[in-house]
Structures are given as C-alpha cells and as structure tokens.
C-alpha cells in the first residue's frame, strides 16, 4: 500500500531523456452535478498529459517548474492514453491503484 503523495510521485516519473514513463491506474469517476459515477475505469498504460519534456522546465529565477496549479487545486490530473491519444480527468482521491499498489488516503 502506498500514499497519495507518493502515487502522485510515481504519476510523475521521467525517464533519462525526459519523456514521462507510464504507469497502470484504476480510479473510481464521480460526477455530482449529473449526479453519476462510481463507476471503476482501469487503464493499462497512461501517462500525465502535462508532464512532456518541453512544459514544466524549471523557472531561471527560482529553479521551481512551472505547472497548470488549475489541476492541482482542484485535485484532479488529465491522464493521456498514449494508444489513443484521448485524455481523460481523474480525481486525485479517487484513485484506487496505481501501479498494482493500492493507494491509501
């Protein structure tokens, strides 16, 4: 079992050249304003779709990357299906695995 933050970690790895290194995930949907959801979507390979080897280079001023702090406040990602280039928001605490390891909250 692992965190949260440490899932979101893993959600954010790149490998040496800079490309982000996918990962497998299953998280639960929610959707209150159609009142739907709890439904389980498993994905067998995605990949953050702002984590590119151009975005989030670090500023010059402060050495911190630069990031979309829109997904961050409101607890989701956009994960991109790299099969099919379709991007799809997960909710941040509806997340069940990631990487076969189960997330705990």
């Known amino acids: 079992m692992i965190s949260i933050a440490q899932g979101l970690r893993l959600m954010e790895l790149k490998d040496r050249r800079g490309w982000p290194q996918p990962f497998?995930?299953?998280?639960?949907?929610?959707?209150r304003k159609r009142d739907k959801g709890g439904e389980l979507i498993s994905l067998k390979s995605a990949v953050l779709s702002k984590n590119s080897r151009e975005k989030n280079k670090p500023s010059q001023s402060t050495g911190i990357?630069?990031?979309d702090t829109?997904?961050?406040?409101?607890?989701?990602?956009n994960l991109l299906i790299p099969e099919t280039k379709e991007v799809i928001t997960c909710h941040?605490?509806?997340i069940?695995?990631?990487n076969g390891q189960q997330v705990a909250i």
Request: hydrophobic share 40%.
């Open 24 to 31: 497998s995930i299953e998280f639960f949907t929610a959707d």
């Open 70 to 77: 829109g997904q961050y406040i409101s607890g989701t990602r």
């Open 96 to 98: 069940h695995k990631i």
């Open 65 to 67: 990357p630069k990031m």
């Open 92 to 94: 941040i605490w509806l």
